[in-house]
């Protein structure tokens, strides 16, 4: 089983569309949709959920207000200013003056990083974990979908991906599939470093503007730092012919195979109101360009894998 993350360094290159129609191509693959923060591979990849299952991200630290001997010690200890002093709820027929005031834990600001629990000596502090999003098992129509929904300002997308790429690579190694195609997320942090790390492969998606060659650069320099092969294709390559030169020289200096160059089309957004990946609604010039991206990443991960062997 090999493992080809596609990645660009910046959102906005038309990764996901890529990641979409290699996905529609490749015979028998599983196929991640790692973008956490912003999944939207769903959108383009008809699909049917078959599976729903919560994801425990990291813990918060919640005062039991029973058991609280209001010592403010948790106050003194929290470097995140996540803990409070309020007053506390009026019961009916209560006096102002006998307003008991509550310790409390912002939720948003708790980093979950255990001290009070620590120095609490009441042990008046819970930790639990929480749930922060879903993941999800679809069926599409040449291999399963994995994919995820992380709650609003949740975090431990790092942790999300690393999941949901455990979980892929599961159900490839049950259903003898060959290959795991991942959408990663965009930039080089936490979670583009746990799409990538132990990938086989990498595809970045560029496209011929300053900002996307720094960016190409940077994921370079990553993958590199991962081991995993590298190839390249230039999206919207016609917009900037001799910045796409730039990017081929780029390429052959630095032991990059290059996988092709994708026409600006407007069929790709046509594809996307449709639902549909670009090769499942159009045979127009960009469609065509990422079939012979396909085909040029399937002959060189065998080549690479083969010399890897
Ligand atoms: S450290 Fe424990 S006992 Fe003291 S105020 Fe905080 S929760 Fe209450
Ligand atoms: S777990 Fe850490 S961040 Fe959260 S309230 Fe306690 S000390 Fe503050």
């Given at each position: 089983?090999?493992?080809?993350?596609?990645?660009s360094?910046?959102?906005?290159?038309?990764?996901?569309?890529?990641?979409?129609?290699?996905?529609?191509?490749?015979?028998s693959?599983?196929?991640?949709?790692?973008?956490?923060?912003?999944?939207n591979?769903?959108?383009?990849l008809?699909?049917?959920?078959?599976?729903?299952?919560?994801?425990?991200?990291?813990?918060?630290?919640r005062?039991d207000?029973?058991?609280c001997i209001?010592?403010?010690?948790?106050?003194?200890?929290?470097c995140?200013?996540?803990?409070?002093?309020?007053p506390?709820q009026?019961s009916p027929g209560?006096?102002?003056?006998?307003?008991?005031?509550?310790?409390?834990?912002?939720?948003?600001?708790?980093?979950?990083?255990?001290?009070c629990?620590?120095?609490?000596?009441a042990?008046?502090?819970?930790?639990e974990?929480?749930?922060?999003g879903?993941?999800?098992?679809?069926?599409?129509d040449?291999?399963?979908m994995?994919?995820?929904?992380?709650?609003?300002?949740?975090?431990?997308?790092?942790?999300l991906?690393s999941?949901?790429?455990e979980?892929?690579?599961?159900m490839?190694?049950d259903?003898?599939?060959?290959?795991?195609?991942?959408?990663?997320?965009?930039g080089?942090?936490?979670?583009?470093?746990?799409?990538?790390?132990?990938?086989?492969?990498?595809?970045?998606v560029?496209?011929?503007?300053?900002?996307?060659?720094?960016?190409?650069?940077r994921v370079?320099?990553l993958?590199?730092?991962?081991?995993?092969?590298?190839?390249?294709?230039?999206?919207?390559?016609?917009?900037?012919?001799d910045?796409?030169?730039?990017?081929k020289?780029?390429c052959?200096?630095?032991?990059?195979?290059?996988?092709?160059?994708?026409?600006?089309d407007?069929?790709?957004i046509?594809s996307?109101?449709?639902g549909?990946?670009l090769?499942?609604?159009?045979?127009?010039?960009?469609?065509?360009?990422?079939?012979?991206?396909?085909?040029?990443?399937?002959e060189?991960?065998?080549?690479t894998?083969?010399?890897?062997l």
């Open positions: 089983m090999k493992e080809l993350t596609i990645i360094g910046k959102g906005g290159t038309g990764k996901t569309s890529v990641t979409a129609s290699l996905a529609t191509l490749a015979p693959r599983v196929v991640i949709d790692a973008d956490v923060d912003a999944a591979l769903f959108l383009t008809p699909h049917e959920v078959l599976e729903t299952i919560p994801f425990e991200g990291g813990h918060k630290a005062i207000q029973s058991l209001q010592c403010g010690e948790c106050v003194d200890r929290c995140f200013d996540a803990v409070t002093k309020s506390g009026k209560q006096d102002a003056q006998d307003f008991v005031e509550e310790y409390l834990i912002d939720p948003v600001s708790c980093e979950g990083c255990k001290v629990v620590h120095f609490c000596p042990d008046a502090i819970t930790f974990r929480q749930i922060c879903e993941k999800y098992i679809s069926k599409t040449n291999g399963p994995i994919h995820a929904r992380l709650g609003i300002a949740e975090e431990n997308s790092g942790l991906v999941q949901l790429r979980q892929a690579r599961k490839a190694k259903h003898d599939i060959p290959l795991i195609i991942t959408d990663g997320p965009p080089i942090g936490c979670p583009v470093i746990a799409s990538v790390s132990n990938a086989d492969a990498v595809l970045i560029t496209e011929p503007t300053h900002s996307g060659i720094h960016d190409m650069v370079k320099k993958a590199d730092q991962m081991n995993a092969a590298v190839y390249l294709c230039v999206n919207k390559a016609d917009l900037n012919p910045m796409t030169l730039n990017i020289k780029f052959s200096e630095n032991a990059i195979q290059f996988a092709g160059e994708i026409p600006f407007r069929d790709v046509e996307m109101k449709m549909q990946s090769v499942q609604f159009s045979r127009g010039p960009a469609a065509l360009a990422v079939e012979k991206v396909w085909q040029n990443v399937s060189y991960m065998k080549k894998m083969n010399r890897l």
